[in-house]
């Protein structure tokens, strides 16, 4: 929780709802995450954009998602994962299609294949 | 002979509304104290349902020992399940893994536990056509087919690309084509007699044609029912499409609503003038006569402001997660405080990480206030980790962030499909709670028991269908009051101390009076 809360006040902090090369480790502390918006600055809504990411140490896979947690809901269509490296992945499609807090999903897994959870907290206005 | 000739004459004609008519969905009877997770039609008597520690014939408000001519060694429970053909019945035993056949005065055990050729693990639903067996092995994740000899006939992992999570439910028509139901993915499926997969539907949710934990299925006459657990109600289809023709049943708002209104439907069953229900949520049976189904009192979903528990839950600390089957998620109650706190609530529908479906094994762990919570899903056999920091929480309240999802591990298919309740637990100082039979506690304190406390009913401190019970770090004793939708607190005297849930919490000071409704 603690990576999650940090991460939503630095992107509050610089404006809203951009990143260039943020940093969020899963919450087991077991892999970090540097992840960037792809060909923009900030997160637009209801517009396709895509988002990368490069994983240390180099895991098997890894999967990138956003949800609304106070609506208990996710996007309206699924992301389309692309393999850009061994350790770095883009993520297509993906689409907030309405203003409010959501939450991109990092899950990465490892050889034995457990799925290990990074997140970061951002605000849509 | 009528209801079945009208059942028949819906195939011939187009789908549209006045099939209903022809459907078994209008409340005729009630029978309740049945214990049952099963009902089979009864040429004679409406179903054959459990009663106490034998089956019974049923129909309207009379009972009738069911005889088949042997004693079992070990009488039937409300674990087992059960199928009528030729005046016979052929039993599972989840328990044991045994698919028993008493045909024609004939007694013969066809299986044992294990997952080989001629073995189930935890069947969960038997059908036989007379020339064939089928089982739904929930804990191999297949279907068995045996002739009457018990002899293997051919084994289902799937249908068509569908893979099979948790079959639940089973049925064969005279032609040997199967209709299965999938409690973990919400499917039914079709196969038929020469393994082609004829169609699927379904998937989670709650309009016709979706369903949530499907279980019982029964088929006649190119109609199929389908008890959708979850959703409270029975589903019509054809059974040469899969497509819905109707559907009845309407949510009992509150425990123990009926005449109609069903409630946590564990299995269906054709009989000759309509079909038989039973819910063992209820401890009953209802019985429906051809047609129409009365919706216009259906409610949309659930108005109260308790949760449906789930019958398990895992107490640690002053942490307290318990199941909520419908929204496929966990609530966190805070412990510290005379009334718990609802806290947290984590989880989501889903085969991802952080989704679990059908948890079977809850724990939790921690030193001080921060907890980590573990749950193995069923469906998968996969274990997902959450951290609980309580030590975080300033001020009592809803939290919603508290959960963290730490890990998931991969799918294991070999994983155990169920777990012991938690029905015992000891203080420090050597007294224990103990659930006995299915509606009191005792408690021993240096080698003295007291007589039984609750009992069954729906006051507070009664209990329906109670599904575990812990001592927490209070010394209060919890007990997961499943048929009741609430939890309730006692202390080590035995006094009720509170009713508890998500909502609203009942205490002595605030509720005057004993015989008041529960929430």
Request: overall charge negative; charged content about 20%; some cysteine.
């Amino acid at each position: 929780m603690t990576s999650r809360l940090l991460i939503a006040i630095a992107l509050l902090c610089t404006g809203c709802a951009s990143s260039s090369n943020s940093g969020v480790k899963t919450h087991d502390g077991a892999y970090d995450v540097q992840w960037s918006l792809v060909d923009i600055d900030n997160i637009p809504v209801d517009e396709y954009f895509a988002v990368e990411a490069t994983v240390t140490p180099t895991p098997t896979s890894m999967t990138i998602d956003a949800v609304m947690p106070s609506h208990r809901h996710g996007m309206l269509n699924d992301a389309t994962m692309e393999q850009l490296n061994a350790d770095t992945w883009v993520a297509h499609d993906m689409l907030f299609h309405m203003h409010g807090h959501w939450r991109f999903r990092f899950d990465v897994t490892d050889a034995d294949g457990v799925v290990h959870r990074a997140e970061v907290d951002v605000d849509i206005e | 002979m009528l209801g079945t000739l009208l059942i028949a004459t819906l195939l011939s004609a187009p789908a549209g509304p006045s099939d209903a008519d022809a459907l078994p969905g209008e409340y005729a009877w009630t029978v309740n104290d049945l214990h049952a997770g099963c009902v089979a039609p009864s040429t004679e008597r409406g179903a054959i349902a459990l009663h106490g520690d034998t089956l019974a014939a049923v129909h309207a408000n009379s009972m009738e020992p069911f005889h088949w001519g042997h004693p079992l060694e070990h009488p039937p429970s409300g674990m087992d399940t059960w199928t009528t053909n030729r005046g016979g019945i052929v039993l599972a035993r989840p328990d044991t893994g045994e698919v028993i056949a008493l045909l024609e005065g004939e007694l013969k055990v066809l299986t044992t536990r294990g997952n080989r050729m001629t073995q189930c693990n935890g069947p969960a639903d038997v059908a036989c056509n007379g020339t064939r067996i089928a089982v739904a092995d929930r804990g191999n994740r297949r279907i068995l087919l045996l002739d009457m000899t018990g002899a293997n006939m051919g084994m289902y992992s799937s249908a068509g690309e569908h893979a099979f999570a948790l079959p639940s439910g089973v049925a064969l028509d005279e032609d040997s084509t199967l209709y299965i139901t999938d409690e973990a993915t919400h499917h039914v499926h079709c196969i038929e007699a020469d393994g082609r997969h004829r169609w699927s539907v379904g998937g989670w949710g709650k309009a016709p044609g979706r369903f949530a934990e499907p279980a019982g299925i029964d088929v006649r006459d190119g109609v199929i029912l389908v008890a959708d657990r979850l959703n409270h109600r029975i589903q019509a289809l054809h059974a040469d499409t899969g497509r819905v023709i109707d559907w009845w049943g309407m949510h009992a708002i509150k425990p123990r609503e009926g005449d109609g209104k069903i409630h946590y439907p564990e299995d269906v069953a054709f009989t000759e003038d309509g079909c038989v229900v039973a819910e063992p949520f209820e401890r009953r049976v209802q019985g429906f006569t051809l047609g129409r189904p009365d919706k216009a009192k259906a409610p949309t979903g659930p108005v109260d402001s308790q949760s449906h528990f789930g019958p398990r839950m895992a107490v640690h600390g002053r942490a307290l997660v318990v199941f909520e089957p419908e929204l496929r998620a966990f609530h966190l109650l805070d412990l510290d405080r005379e009334i718990p706190v609802h806290t947290t609530t984590f989880g989501e529908h889903g085969t991802g990480a952080g989704c679990v479906q059908l948890p079977v094994e809850m724990t939790l762990h921690g030193d001080g206030d921060d907890y980590t919570f573990t749950a193995r899903d069923a469906t998968d056999g996969r274990t997902h980790t959450w951290t609980l920091p309580m030590s975080t929480l300033e001020r009592p309240g809803f939290h919603p962030d508290l959960a963290v999802l730490l890990q998931a591990t991969a799918p294991d298919s070999t994983a155990p499909v169920w777990s012991p309740a938690h029905s015992s637990d000891t203080t420090d100082d050597g007294i224990t709670a103990t659930l006995q039979g299915d509606s009191t506690i005792a408690i021993t304190r240096d080698g003295a028991t007291t007589k039984p406390i609750g009992g069954h009913g729906i006051d507070h401190g009664t209990f329906w269908n109670p599904s575990e019970l812990h001592i927490d770090s209070q010394r209060r004793i919890l007990v997961l009051d499943h048929g009741n939708h609430r939890l309730q607190a006692f202390d080590l005297d035995g006094n009720w101390l509170m009713t508890f849930g998500t909502g609203r919490a009942y205490t002595p000071k605030n509720t005057p009076s004993m015989r008041r409704p529960t929430p």
